[in-house]
């Protein structure tokens, strides 16, 4: 039994070792480029005041309603994609994925919950943090995911900069400070990603 145990270890520990060194696909450029629609619609709709956006508070709610949509959105078809790309490496591969972005997103909910709770004036910093807090976690997962997704990273570390600082001044939350960054955020990572996927099928042609 200890041999047993022993033989499905090490046949684990290599599935672990060969998904570290595998390229996720796990990722839909389509689903990714439909949530950076969502961001500048939503943007639209709240300047227009259709959507709430006369305090920081609805604000802010509006914009982690849509968050966790996206969220569900890219997790379900990650999920799907996953399994038909990956095989017998899909669960491995998903979790590796989850380990790298969640620690980032589950930092930005806890700011967001502590700010809208307690200092709710201080809501303005959320959008340029929640900003450099997506450029950071695309950091982190570029080892497995395609090396110009670093071009995505940088535009949002960039922008959640800019953010904060031109937010800093009138200390108010304009529709536009999540908008414009994440629709053109996710916009362009969907490209990246579209792109990559059609190299490696015309490698994997090759």
């Known amino acids: 039994m200890s041999?047993?145990?022993?033989?499905?270890?090490?046949?684990?520990?290599?599935?672990?070792?060969?998904?570290?060194?595998?390229?996720?696909?796990?990722?839909?450029?389509?689903?990714?480029?439909?949530?950076g629609f969502m961001a500048l619609a939503t943007a639209t709709l709240q300047s227009a005041a259709i959507l709430p956006s006369s305090e920081p508070r609805e604000t802010l709610l509006v914009w982690i309603t849509l968050?966790?949509?996206?969220?569900?959105?890219?997790?379900?078809?990650?999920?799907?994609?996953?399994r038909r790309k990956h095989g017998g490496l899909a669960d491995v591969m998903l979790l590796n994925a989850v380990e790298h972005f969640l620690p980032f997103g589950a930092t930005g909910a806890v700011i967001a919950a502590?700010?809208?709770?307690n200092a709710p004036e201080f809501a303005w910093l959320m959008p340029g943090l929640w900003q450099m807090l997506v450029g950071?976690?695309?950091?982190?997962?570029?080892?497995?995911?395609?090396?110009?997704?670093?071009?995505?990273?940088?535009?949002?570390?960039?922008?959640?900069?800019?953010?904060?600082?031109?937010?800093?001044?009138?200390?108010t939350i304009s529709p536009w400070d999540m908008g414009l960054p994440f629709g053109l955020?996710?916009?362009?990572?969907?490209?990246?990603?579209?792109?990559?996927?059609?190299?490696?099928?015309?490698?994997?042609?090759?």
């Open 185 to 206: 955020g996710q916009l362009a990572l969907g490209v990246i990603l579209h792109i990559a996927e059609k190299e490696d099928a015309t490698d994997d042609a090759g």
């Open 3 to 35: 041999d047993l145990h022993k033989a499905l270890a090490d046949i684990s520990r290599i599935r672990v070792q060969l998904a570290a060194g595998t390229m996720f696909r796990g990722f839909g450029p389509a689903v990714i480029a439909l949530t």
């Open 114 to 117: 502590i700010i809208m709770t």
């Open 67 to 82: 968050a966790i949509i996206a969220c569900l959105l890219i997790g379900i078809e990650m999920r799907a994609r996953t």
């Open 136 to 171: 950071l976690g695309l950091f982190a997962a570029v080892r497995f995911l395609p090396r110009t997704v670093l071009l995505a990273a940088a535009f949002y570390l960039c922008a959640g900069a800019i953010t904060l600082a031109l937010a800093s001044t009138a200390r």
